[in-house]
C-alpha cells in the first residue's frame, strides 16, 4: 500500500453543510457564524460553507462566511451537477479568498439505475459538463473538486468510474472525492478501491475522502484512506451528519497523532469546541465517545484502576490513548466504584476527597463498598466517605469502650465489654495513652503500641483531631488505626479500640 504518511493531511470540514442538514433545528447566519470561528481556532485548512441553493437563508450563510473567512482557508460550497447550483455556489463563496466550487453526482450501477435513472454514459456526460461549467464559472482564482456520491457502492463498476474521473481531471477539477456515502461493508474493501483510484490519476491530483458512519468504521476507513493515497479528509465536528453521522474530526486527527502524523490543528482546542457544538447542535455527547465522553477517561475494573494509578503521572497511561490536555481536557482520569473494582479506587477517592488512608485500609474496607456497591450500583464519593467513616473511623468488633476515669500519677481506670463480657481495669503508665494500652493487655489482650501521631482531619472552625496508632499484632503485622473527635484525648481512645478491634477481626 502506498503511504502519504509525508505528506500534511488537509481537514476539509463538512459541520456546517453535511452536519448541519442534519439536525432537527438546522443553525441560523448568526449561529453558523459562532461554528465558523470555532473551525477557524481548530485550526482547518479548509471549510464547505454550506448549500447555498437550498434557500436563502443558506445563501446568506454562505456569502457572511465567505466575507469574513481568513485568507489561508479554502471556502467552498456544494452544488448538484446542475447550471443553477453552480451559479449560486459561485455568486455566494466570490468573496472568498480562496473559493472552490463542490459538485457531484453518482457513479454507483445501483444509483444511476434506480436514482438517477441515467445510464453510464449520460452519468459521463453530466459529470463532465458540470466540471467543465464550474471550472469557467470560478474562473483562475478558485478551484473545483468533484465527488462520486456513492463511490463505496462502486466495487463492480471501478474501471469505468477511473475512467470517468480521468476525463473529469481534464476538465477541470483538482480535488477528487471519494464519498463512502454509505457505510456498507469493512473498511479494508473501501480503501482498496481510494487506493486504485489514486494510483491511477496524476498525482497533481488531491484525492479526498468523504465517509458516513453507518456501520461506525468511518474513523477507520478515512484514516487508512490517508496512508493509501487520500490527503483531503473531509470530517465533522462531533461526528455529526444524515443518520449516523460523518466521519469525526476529533478522532481521525488524534488516530493520525499517535501514528507520527504532523496534524495542522489546535489539538488543544478539541474538547472546548466539542462541548460548544454539543450545546448548539442540541446533539449529546455520548457518554462513552471516543475521546470527548465524559466516560472516556473513566475507570471502574480494579485491574484498570490499578494500572492508570500507576501511570497517572507519565505521558503515556496504561490506559488511556492520550494525555487528556493534549485535547484541552483539565479534567483528568476518575476511578468510579463498582462491584467490579477494588482498594486502588477506595485510596484515590479518599485521598482524593482529603482524608487520610493507606492502602492496607483501602484494602479492609473494599468488602464494605463491594457489598453497598452490589445493592445501588456506582458508589458516590460520599457513599465511600461514609463507609470510610463507618469502618475506618469506627472499627466494629468485640471491644465495646464503655467509661473511663482518669487517676492520680498518669493511671487510668477503664471500663469496657470484650465480646459478652465486662471489664473494670485500672493501670499506670506513661501517660494516659500508654495507661490505656496497659489497661488492655493486662486483660489478656496482647498487642504491641509502637507510635502514634495527631493532626486535623479538617481545616477551619469545623477542625477535628484525628489520632493515628500504629500496633504490633500478634502475628507480626504492622496495623494502623484511626480515632476522630473534637476532643483530643477521646480522639486517642478511639483510636486505641480500634487497633483492638482491627486485631480482633483478624484472627
Request: proline letters at 4%; aromatic letters at 8%.
Amino acid at each position: 500500500m502506498s503511504t502519504t504518511s509525508s505528506r500534511q493531511p488537509f481537514f476539509y470540514d463538512i459541520t456546517l453543510r453535511d452536519g448541519n442538514q442534519s439536525l432537527k433545528k438546522p443553525w441560523n447566519t448568526s449561529e453558523k457564524e459562532i461554528i465558523f470561528n470555532l473551525l477557524v481556532e481548530l485550526g482547518v485548512q479548509g471549510v464547505e460553507v454550506g448549500f447555498s441553493a437550498a434557500s436563502d437563508m443558506d445563501f446568506e450563510a454562505c456569502n457572511r462566511l465567505a466575507k469574513i473567512a481568513p485568507d489561508n482557508i479554502v471556502i467552498s460550497g456544494l452544488a448538484r451537477a446542475v447550471e443553477s447550483d453552480i451559479i449560486k455556489v459561485a455568486q455566494a463563496i466570490e468573496p472568498a479568498n480562496k473559493p472552490r466550487i463542490h459538485t457531484f453526482i453518482a457513479m454507483s450501477p445501483f444509483n444511476m439505475q434506480y436514482v438517477l435513472n441515467k445510464t453510464p454514459e449520460q452519468v459521463r456526460k453530466i459529470a463532465i459538463e458540470a466540471v467543465e461549467f464550474a471550472k469557467k464559472t470560478i474562473g483562475k482564482r478558485g478551484e473545483v473538486q468533484f465527488s462520486i456520491e456513492h463511490f463505496g457502492d462502486c466495487h463492480e463498476n471501478i474501471d469505468f468510474v477511473i475512467d470517468s474521473l480521468k476525463e473529469v481531471v481534464k476538465a477541470g477539477a483538482t480535488i477528487i472525492n471519494l464519498p463512502n456515502t454509505v457505510e456498507r461493508t469493512r473498511p479494508k474493501k473501501f480503501v482498496e478501491l481510494v487506493e486504485k483510484v489514486y494510483l491511477a490519476l496524476p498525482k497533481d491530483i488531491t484525492i479526498a475522502v468523504h465517509n458516513h458512519n453507518d456501520l461506525g468504521m468511518a474513523t477507520a476507513a478515512t484514516v487508512e484512506s490517508y496512508f493509501a493515497g487520500a490527503i483531503q479528509l473531509e470530517c465533522a465536528l462531533n461526528g455529526l451528519g444524515e443518520r449516523a453521522g460523518n466521519t469525526n474530526l476529533y478522532e481521525v486527527a488524534i488516530a493520525l497523532h499517535n501514528s507520527g502524523v504532523n496534524v495542522p490543528l489546535n489539538l488543544n482546542k478539541i474538547y472546548e469546541t466539542a462541548l460548544t457544538i454539543a450545546d448548539m447542535s442540541g446533539v449529546k455527547i455520548y457518554e462513552k465517545a471516543a475521546l470527548i465522553g465524559p466516560d472516556a477517561l473513566a475507570h471502574r475494573s480494579g485491574i484498570h484502576q490499578d494500572g492508570a494509578v500507576k501511570t497517572k503521572d507519565m505521558e503515556k497511561g496504561a490506559y488511556r490513548p492520550i494525555h487528556p490536555a493534549l485535547i484541552g481536557r483539565k479534567d483528568d482520569e476518575k476511578l468510579g466504584f463498582t462491584s467490579q473494582s477494588g482498594k486502588t479506587a477506595i485510596y484515590e477517592i479518599i485521598t482524593g476527597a482529603g482524608y487520610p488512608i493507606t492502602l492496607a485500609e483501602a484494602q479492609r474496607i473494599a468488602p464494605f463498598a463491594k457489598e453497598a456497591a452490589e445493592k445501588i450500583g456506582e458508589l458516590s464519593t460520599r457513599n465511600i466517605i461514609d463507609i470510610y467513616y463507618n469502618n475506618v473511623l469506627t472499627v466494629k468488633g468485640g471491644f465495646k469502650f464503655i467509661n473511663m476515669e482518669k487517676l492520680a500519677n498518669d493511671g487510668i481506670k477503664i471500663n469496657f465489654m470484650y465480646k459478652d463480657k465486662e471489664f473494670n481495669v485500672e493501670a499506670h503508665g506513661n501517660g494516659p495513652i500508654d495507661s490505656c494500652i496497659k489497661a488492655l493487655q493486662s486483660s489478656g489482650f496482647n498487642i504491641e503500641f509502637l507510635n502514634y501521631e495527631q493532626k486535623a482531619l479538617n481545616m477551619g472552625s469545623d477542625a477535628i483531631g484525628m489520632t493515628i496508632m500504629y500496633f504490633k499484632v500478634p502475628s507480626g503485622q504492622t496495623i494502623v488505626s484511626r480515632g476522630c473527635d473534637e476532643n483530643t484525648f477521646m480522639a486517642n481512645i478511639k483510636a486505641i479500640f480500634n487497633g483492638f478491634n482491627i486485631m480482633d477481626n483478624m484472627k
